[in-house]
């Protein structure tokens, strides 16, 4: 049986590893189109933005290995039913159950390299790229580190320590300077909020320098019409999907101490379980393919339902997120509801074999 699960894991971790080079392919394409706009912007020519786009293939294995495991499977599985090996294993004494143990153990063996790639080094190449594009596209800023960054607006330095979103700052600093370039003031604020064009800053602590003295005083609130545009926090904001587990973590925490909204973080947090789980159940539902209704379909029409079958699990993912967050569903649930739904239905499928 060793000689089999080596074979099986073989002709599938191929297909798998063919799969998922046509779909980071086809994703780098669309990638590179999304961005040629951007050409010309600042610094940003065609080497920085090939650069960004290369930094970002690690999440996007990351993100499609569910996907290229269920089309792996449907093309590794069905080379083997097409070659009558499927047959020969099962009138040799292999049940389907025990095909299926085999197809899950080279799935585990691939999916710990992706979590890896995922959890290592996915999230610093995506800060990296977007430090690269961020630097490139907005000359103001001049360093962006973790999650926070240092931005020039003519006599002033603003330090952002926190980014929520493009319209929520948290932890930042302003530093003024006179034409000497003297440090006249220091403004720090415990949050900042965008609405109707101005900047409300909150708790902000504000040291004037004088010549002979300094003065500090404190208010509740301050509105500032101008501090930064929510465009250029766009540029530089990290989504939590691209974060480290550990990171979204601490983010959560941060903004519970400080009874901010953590529902977008706790998706993310629970969707770095499932997603890698979902691998391991798109492997699963192509035994029912190869066995089941479609077993005597082409290769073509197979790989062609089950391309079909892995975006629309996808895109139901990524609904039943949205949807979760709109109406304040439990986010474990929601992010593995469909992950779920889809094993249950792989298992009934196999039990009628």
Same mark, same amino acid.
């Given at each position: ?48 933005? !090939? ?12 993100? %499609? ?15 083997? /039913? ?29 999916? =710990? ?27 103001? =800023? ?6 926070? !960054? ?138 029912? %393919? ?17 391309? !079909? ?27 593995? /509801? ?16």
């Amino acid at each position: 049986m060793k000689i089999l699960d080596r074979y099986i894991a073989g002709v599938v971790a191929v297909a798998t590893g063919l799969a998922l080079l046509v779909i980071v392919g086809l994703d780098l394409f669309f990638s590179i189109i999304n961005q040629i706009d951007e050409i010309g912007k600042g610094t940003y020519g065609v080497g920085k933005m !090939l650069q960004y786009v290369a930094l970002g293939l690690p999440r996007t294995v990351y993100e %499609f290995f569910p996907t290229a495991a269920l089309l792996g499977g449907l093309t590794g599985m069905g080379i083997l /039913a097409a070659n009558s090996e499927l047959i020969a294993m099962r009138a040799g004494g292999m049940s389907v159950w025990r095909i299926v143990r085999s197809l899950l153990q080279v799935g585990l063996v691939m999916l =710990i390299f992706v979590v890896a790639l995922g959890e290592g080094v996915a999230p610093v190449a995506d800060q990296l790229g977007q430090r690269v594009r961020a630097i490139a596209l907005e000359q103001r =800023i001049s360093f962006i580190g973790g999650h926070g !960054l240092w931005v020039r607006d003519e006599s002033r330095y603003i330090y952002v320590n926190r980014i929520i979103d493009n319209s929520q700052l948290a932890n930042l600093s302003v530093f003024e300077f006179d034409d000497r370039r003297e440090l006249v003031a220091a403004t720090h604020a415990a949050s900042a909020g965008y609405l109707s064009g101005e900047w409300t800053l909150r708790g902000v602590r504000q040291t004037l320098f004088e010549q002979d003295r300094v003065k500090t005083h404190r208010q509740a609130e301050v509105t500032w019409p101008s501090l930064l545009t929510p465009e250029l926090i766009d540029i530089v904001a990290l989504k939590p999907e691209h974060m480290a587990i550990n990171d979204i973590r601490q983010f959560v925490t941060y903004l519970e101490d400080n009874g901010l909204d953590t529902k977008q973080y706790r998706y993310a947090f629970w969707g770095r379980f499932i997603t890698p789980l979902s691998a391991l159940v798109m492997l699963f539902i192509s035994v029912p %393919f190869v066995f089941g209704s479609l077993r005597a379909v082409g290769s073509g029409q197979r790989i062609f339902i089950g391309t !079909l079958a892995g975006f629309g699990f996808y895109l139901a993912s990524q609904v039943a997120g949205q949807m979760g967050q709109v109406y304040g569903l439990n986010p474990l649930l929601v992010t593995l /509801a469909p992950s779920l739904l889809v094993l249950l239905l792989g298992v009934r499928a196999i039990r009628r074999i």
